[in-house]
């Protein structure tokens, strides 16, 4: 086997990678399309699950609201607004994903 060859073989390995339980994926898929982007969004923001990460989302605040309600729900993610600023007007949003691969059942 050449150099070349070995790198390449086990180059995919080498990206980061997130493993997502198939029962979640059919589900978000039989969602809304706002909330399968959300669902997206959290999983690309904490696809581990041992820690509390940002949440950079482009949804409105409508779809916002809604797709929080609808992932709390079902018990796949749980989110935490963190004020900032001396005024406690500018927040930041935070999800920690239940189902991610270093969670601990």
């Known amino acids: 086997m050449t150099t070349k060859s070995k ?5 995919k ?3 980061p990678h997130m493993i997502i339980p198939s029962e979640d994926t059919t589900w978000a898929v039989n969602q809304k399309s706002s909330v399968l982007r959300f669902w997206q969004q959290c999983w ?19 779809a ?7 992932l709390e729900s079902a018990s796949l993610f749980i989110f935490r607004r963190l004020s900032t600023g001396s005024d406690g ?7 920690k994903n239940l189902h991610g691969a270093r969670v601990k059942d």
């Open 7 to 11: 790198q390449s073989t086990g180059s």
């Open 13 to 15: 390995f080498n990206h």
């Open 44 to 62: 690309l923001a904490d696809p581990y699950g041992s820690r509390w990460m940002k949440l950079v989302t482009n949804l409105s605040d409508s």
């Open 64 to 70: 916002f609201r809604l797709g929080r309600r609808v």
């Open 89 to 95: 007007r500018t927040s930041v949003w935070e999800v």
